[in-house]
């Protein structure tokens, strides 16, 4: 199996500052993650699919970058729509795993 | 638009089984990928499984839940079912069905999720 290690846990930030949530694979995965935005009672949302595309509809504030076993989601400037936890997936064609999670607090 | 809704009862007994429904909206069920995936404190997310309909019925599970988990599709209500036998306190959890990339395995469009408590 392969392990996903996500940080941090928790980050607390305030609305217009840069963040970045990183997310580290136990071995390499190409470009094979996704980022997902969760807020409670709602369906996940996925943001990111293969490190740096954006999926259909999500702001440009958010990017995703790394390849390999080390990943960032990057949010350039943030709106108080976004305080929600974001988690990240590592997937190829036969299997995924998922990380534990960020909440993004305001600070 | 794809919208999922999962439904079943909140509370299950020690060795009973666990049956969910996904109600899917927007889109047939016999023409894409489904997922189970399951949100605990202690485990954070974890794939269940996955099934596409197409012309033979194609699964698959997580090992680790291998004997006990049976995901189904049933095209005249345009449902996923998951079935999880067995259960335990360590399968109490949030349970969300969801739509799944034909050719990976993350996800499109996920429900908003139904608890389920393991007690008696």
């Known amino acids: 199996d392969i392990q996903v290690t996500q940080s941090p846990s928790t980050l607390s930030a305030s609305v217009g500052d840069r963040v970045t949530i990183t997310c580290r694979a136990s071995?390499?995965?190409?470009?094979?993650v996704a980022w997902y935005q969760q807020k409670p009672g709602r369906a996940p949302q996925l943001l990111i699919r293969?490190?740096?595309i954006l999926n259909s509809g999500v702001p440009s504030r958010f990017s995703g970058s790394g390849s390999g076993t080390d990943f960032t989601l990057t949010i350039s400037s943030l709106q108080p729509d976004d305080f929600a936890t974001y988690f990240c997936?590592?997937?190829?064609?036969?299997?995924?795993?998922f990380g534990q999670g960020t909440k993004l607090e305001i600070k | 638009q794809v919208r999922l809704q999962e439904s079943g009862p909140g509370l299950v007994k020690p060795s009973e089984t666990l049956s969910l429904t996904c109600n899917v909206s927007g889109a047939s069920v016999a023409s894409y990928y489904w997922s189970w995936i399951r949100q605990s404190p202690g485990k954070g997310l974890e794939w269940i499984g996955y099934?596409?309909?197409?012309?033979?019925?194609?699964?698959d599970y997580n090992p680790s839940l291998k004997g006990r988990v049976t995901i189904s599709i049933d095209t005249s209500k345009n449902q996923v079912s998951l079935r999880l036998s067995s259960v335990t306190a360590a399968d109490t959890a949030i349970y969300y069905c969801?739509?799944?990339?034909?050719?990976?395995?993350?996800?499109?469009?996920w429900g908003v999720g139904t608890a389920v408590t393991v007690s008696s």
């Open positions: 099934i596409f309909h197409g012309v033979s019925g194609t699964t």
């Open positions: 969801a739509k799944r990339i034909m050719d990976f395995y993350y996800m499109d469009v």
């Open positions: 071995q390499s995965i190409n470009d094979w």
């Open positions: 997936q590592v997937y190829n064609s036969y299997m995924c795993s």
């Open positions: 293969k490190a740096s």
